[in-house]
């Protein structure tokens, strides 16, 4: 089969390469879904309009590989399919797990290793370029294996491929960089604090005997109110915004809640990151069973029972 060089393949079809793909696609690109044999995602990107080709027979006819599989597959794709790849090939991900913490540049020198990391989920990345909104990235191209030539022609092609998906704001970064932050953010604020601090705050209401909606409003659902109006506004009109009893009750929490204490355990997750505690730990982790539990915790409390009482009526679709 002869395929343009120009064309690009994208690993897997998972949620974040189907936002890539479908945005890709609209923007002109050729896109192909590789696909492990027997894959159950063949008829899903048929019907989704791509050719969806088996990697072991068609891997080599691609100069550029998009690696949209999830972290900690990545690395053994690379491992397995390495004398498929052509010399000199562009692997992109999605972000910089494989370069920071898997060392996949010093394993795989032969390849061009480039970091496109749209801070986004990937529905986001699909709903702004449909809506022609705005969407931030960053990326890097320190993994380029030839000359100066050659990475400034890689940056070049990153940027292009960045617009083409509908990014608006493309920042450079070390992929050491990204990776640390999103790992401490996840941690620190977005998956670790939020929903734990939103469960406690809605258990402690219920304690004190308020009734449940009304916990699960003001605990859960005011959260997007309060993190869209943050980002919309930024940190100055945000707090010119609020009402007063918010701006002295933030006030007063923000001294009582953020100690010594608060900051050190904030240095304990970063510490863990920097020094490869947290990459070992994922290593010896059973995400599966993780997962499992995660979710029977959840499941089993007020807050979600809560959430699937009102759900119809109150949460946007």
């Known amino acids: 089969m002869n395929i343009d060089q120009h064309s690009i393949a994208?690993?897997?079809?998972?949620?974040?390469?189907?936002?890539?793909?479908?945005?890709?696609?609209?923007?002109?690109?050729?896109?192909?879904?590789?696909?492990?044999?027997?894959?159950?995602?063949?008829?899903?990107?048929?019907?989704?309009?791509?050719?969806?080709?088996?990697?072991?027979?068609?891997?080599?006819?691609?100069?550029?590989?998009?690696?949209?599989?999830?972290?900690?597959?990545?690395?053994?794709?690379?491992?397995?399919n390495q004398q498929l790849l052509q010399e000199n090939c562009r692997l992109v991900y999605a972000h910089g797990w494989s370069i920071a913490c898997e060392d996949v540049i010093q394993k795989f020198p032969q390849f061009n290793h480039l970091l496109l990391a749209p801070k986004a989920i990937s529905s986001e990345v699909r709903f702004q370029y449909e809506s022609k909104g705005k969407l931030a990235a960053v990326y890097s191209i320190e993994g380029s294996c030839l000359n100066e030539e050659s990475k400034n022609d890689n940056e070049k092609w990153i940027k292009a491929l960045a617009k083409d998906l509908g990014i608006t704001g493309l920042y450079p970064a070390s992929a050491r960089d990204e990776t640390y932050a999103d790992l401490f953010s996840e941690q620190s604020l977005l998956c670790g604090l939020m929903p734990?601090?939103?469960?406690?705050?809605?258990?402690?209401?219920?304690?004190?005997?308020?009734?449940?909606?009304?916990?699960?409003?003001?605990?859960?659902?005011?959260?997007?109110?309060?993190?869209?109006?943050?980002v919309k506004l930024g940190p100055e009109s945000f707090f010119q915004l609020i009402s007063p009893n918010a701006l002295l009750g933030a006030q007063k929490a923000q001294h009582l809640l953020f100690d010594k204490v608060y900051q050190s355990k904030l240095e304990s997750l970063y510490k863990e990151i920097e020094d490869g505690e947290f990459t070992e730990f994922t290593k010896r982790a059973d995400i599966e069973k993780t997962r499992e539990e995660i979710i029977q915790f959840w499941k089993s409390s007020l807050l979600n029972k809560t959430y699937k009482k009102v759900q119809s009526q109150v949460i946007p679709s």
């Not at 492990?36 to 990697?55: Q, V, Y």
């Open 10 to 80: 994208i690993i897997g079809l998972g949620n974040q390469a189907k936002a890539w793909a479908m945005n890709l696609r609209d923007s002109g690109r050729d896109i192909t879904i590789l696909l492990r044999d027997g894959s159950s995602s063949f008829d899903k990107a048929n019907e989704l309009g791509f050719s969806a080709l088996p990697i072991s027979k068609n891997l080599d006819q691609f100069s550029t590989i998009l690696c949209l599989i999830p972290d900690d597959q990545q690395v053994p794709f690379i491992e397995e």
């Open 196 to 230: 734990y601090a939103a469960k406690q705050s809605f258990d402690l209401l219920i304690e004190k005997g308020i009734n449940p909606e009304v916990a699960f409003f003001e605990c859960w659902l005011e959260v997007k109110l309060i993190a869209d109006a943050m």
